[in-house]
């Protein structure tokens, strides 16, 4: 278990605290009004979806100075999930 939390702390390249980089990845689009969002703190793996206007997201985004998640971080919250969901946590395969 140690390992997968080294691995994923890597995968943001900051430790977790008052400074650690905010990650936005867009997820989705509602009634052509809204914006569909997961937003994560350090951790891309770690997050919560939300869901706000298109003008509220610009200035959630610019207050939290967040990044947009890579390629290669999306695989990577992706694979998580699947291994959740397929009950292999800690799996580094």
């Known amino acids: 278990m140690a390992h997968a939390v080294k691995k994923n702390a890597s995968l943001s390249g900051e430790s977790l605290g008052s400074h650690a980089q905010r990650y936005v990845r867009v997820t989705g689009v509602r009634d ?10 350090g951790d891309p793996t770690l997050f919560v979806e939300l869901m706000m206007p298109f003008e509220h ?37």
């Open 32 to 41: 052509k009004k809204f914006v569909e969002f997961d937003f994560s703190i």
């Open 57 to 93: 997201y610009r200035k959630f985004c610019k207050r939290n100075e967040t990044k947009e998640l890579t390629t290669k971080q999306c695989a990577q919250v992706d694979y998580d999930q699947l291994k959740w969901r397929n009950g292999l946590p800690g799996i580094d395969e």
